[in-house]
């Protein structure tokens, strides 16, 4: 009888909660799929009523939307290999026993703490700029011509400025999975003479699978909402015009929110496919 009515209250505690979590999560969500269904255009009347799937229909038959979607996929296919590739790697070193170690570990982490506008305002002035930026110095240093990074290489530098602000986050969770490990499986192994490579293929990355996981379902949640990092270095322009950012200009640019309220739901199934995949394809790791 006690644990029943800890239930009861335990729950009745948590109803506020709840109720509040999914009026956050559920209001927004009905009104975009109200507006998704009408015409709705701010400065040219208003509500002019409904049209039915006629918002689904221009967006998804739009010369942009595939594009974008394709666009979408790869910064955060790029994203997520670098920062779990590059992750592994530093939490590996910094696992390591050296001098001043404290101090690597918290300037390897310091980039997640600044805000995407501004690093990518660092990014595209101090580093990518074809006239001024350390990179052009350093190629003019070596006798090359400076390389106009956003023009030539849009969506490459948009998933370097990316990565660099997310992989603090998987070092972080890689280097906790590390440290985990139990060493007397790495030392009878390396005492039986297996090598390097073979400790790390055998022991090491199947133990650090669970965390690889983590650090790619919950970058994946993120990564598909990009949108500072675009709009302050290239605009949408060069192909970097990602799903999100092509909502913004339906929206705002052209000021036709029932259009963007129909980009937002295919967003909205976009993300569910990505993490439904995901789920399958990675997540079975966690089960493990």
Known sequence: MATQHSRAAARLMMAPAVVLLLGWMLVPLIMTL???FKKYLPL???????????????FFTASAF????LSTLILVG??????VVLGVLLALLLDQPFWGQGIVRILVIAPFFVMPTVSALVWKNMFMDPVNGLFAHLFKAFGAQPYDWLSQSPLLSIIVIVAWQWLPFATLILLTAIQSLDSEQLEAAEMDGAPVLARFGYIVLPHLARAITVVILIQTIFLLSIFAEIFVTTQGSFGTKTLTYLI???VLESQNVGLGSAGGIFAVILANIVAIFLMRIVGKNLDA
Do not use: C, H, M
């Open 78 to 83: 790029g994203v997520l290999a670098i920062t």
């Open 34 to 36: 109200t507006f998704s």
């Open 66 to 69: 595939w594009p974008s979607v």
């Open 44 to 58: 040219k009347g208003g509500d002019l009523g409904w049209v039915g799937f006629e918002n689904y229909i221009r």
């Open 248 to 250: 913004y200009q339906r």
